[in-house]
DNA sequence: CTTTACATGTAAGATTCTTATATATGAAAG
DNA sequence: CTTTCATATATAAGAATCTTACATGTAAAG
């Protein structure tokens, strides 16, 4: 069955999915999702900051301070094998969730 | 933007889309959606009675007790006319949502 | 009689996401 | 130079959804 958490938790895989292009910080992080999805997916940094530091308990990515050439002290974060050993089942369940709600729909007046 | 209670509330499309096809109480309705979707969506009935509560409260159904031909009493659900003009704009908003994810990095077979 | 299927609910709790608030620096505009 | 904007991180309070566990009762089947 579709995990309880996949039905939430789109920004789970939205950062997931943007970190594996590469190391980034929260700020940016926010930024990228929205651009990449045109606009349809926003999460207020509130939503981003507090999720960063829960998937980095689980240990799905790892965040290290640094300063930028502009000398602002920032946070970047990255995917760990663990985290990126995440991402493909995830978008599997994601995937599955689609298929249901598109059974849904077609089944509804067969 | 896709709005904030898309992101989670399966349930509520699922309920909606499977009331289109005709009136039905909690018990059954929790049936139909496991079945419909081969069993990958599965609502306890905890889950749902509260939420069919819920979206009574909004009118986008309606609830009536009957008593069923072996004497059971229960709670019938039908889809208010304004749950079907609900249901169209949800379902555009589903569809954006699984665009939007497609979009961040292809999620198998979409 | 005892278990399984039917049928409805409440309670406590975890999790996620929202808005609002707070802090602080660098760069650009006036 | 000083206000304002973009960068950057963070917490708090609260709403909404979904989970497990609990509680109740009838009917049919074995």
Redesign the interface.
């Known amino acids: 069955?579709?995990g309880a958490g996949i039905?939430?938790?789109?920004?789970e895989?939205?950062v997931l999915?943007?970190l594996?292009d590469g190391p980034l910080h929260g700020y940016e992080l926010a930024r990228r999702?929205e651009q990449?999805?045109?606009?349809?997916?926003?999460f207020t940094l509130a939503a981003l900051y507090p999720m960063l530091y829960r998937m980095e308990q689980r240990r799905w990515i790892r965040g290290a301070w640094e300063t930028s050439d502009n000398g602002r002290r920032r946070r970047c974060y990255r995917l760990t094998p663990a985290g990126k050993k995440k991402l493909s089942p995830l978008?599997?369940e994601?995937?599955?969730?689609?298929?249901?709600?598109r059974?849904?729909?077609k089944?509804?007046?067969a």
Do not use: D, N, P
């Open positions: 069955m579709i039905k939430r938790g789109t920004a895989l939205a999915s943007v594996e999702i990449q999805t045109k606009g349809a997916l926003r978008r599997q994601w995937s599955e969730l689609f298929q249901a709600l059974r849904l729909k089944v509804a007046h």
